[in-house]
């Protein structure tokens, strides 16, 4: 599977961005996907993550509230709806995808979309 991530930008504090991770390949219906960011001098981070049914969400801590996973399977799509935004959001977020169950961790996903730059102004 192939991945496609968009919608970054810059935004000022308490703003609102959705990020869209489009999918080509086979069966995406079928496989799990979590969106993960990288701050500057940080390492990559777990955001939020989507059961293949869409069923089964998970967030990480500071984004609980704030973002909000889903996926359209009949679009191939995966959106990540991000608002109350802060400067600390701000990173490159990476869309991912793995055929096994969902899960917040890095080492779980094989598959790497590329990166869309967030950038959140004080």
């Known amino acids: 599977v192939q991945l496609q991530a968009s919608g970054g930008g810059l935004v000022q504090a308490g703003g609102s961005l959705r990020l869209s991770c489009a999918a080509s390949?086979?069966?995406?219906?079928?496989?799990?996907i979590g969106w993960f960011r990288r701050a500057p001098g940080k390492e990559r981070e777990f955001v939020a993550a989507?059961?293949?049914?869409?069923?089964?969400?998970y967030y990480e801590d500071s984004a609980k509230g704030r973002f909000t996973i889903s996926r359209d399977n009949a679009k191939n799509t995966v959106y990540l709806q991000m608002n109350s935004l802060k400067p600390e959001d701000t990173a490159v977020y990476y869309c991912?995808?793995?055929?096994?169950?969902?899960?917040?961790?890095?080492?779980?996903?094989?598959?790497w979309g590329q990166g869309t730059q967030v950038t959140v102004s004080s």
């Open positions: 989507i059961s293949w049914s869409g069923t089964r969400t």
């Open positions: 390949g086979r069966a995406f219906g079928a496989w799990s």
């Open positions: 991912a995808a793995d055929p096994r169950p969902v899960s917040p961790r890095v080492k779980d996903y094989n598959y």
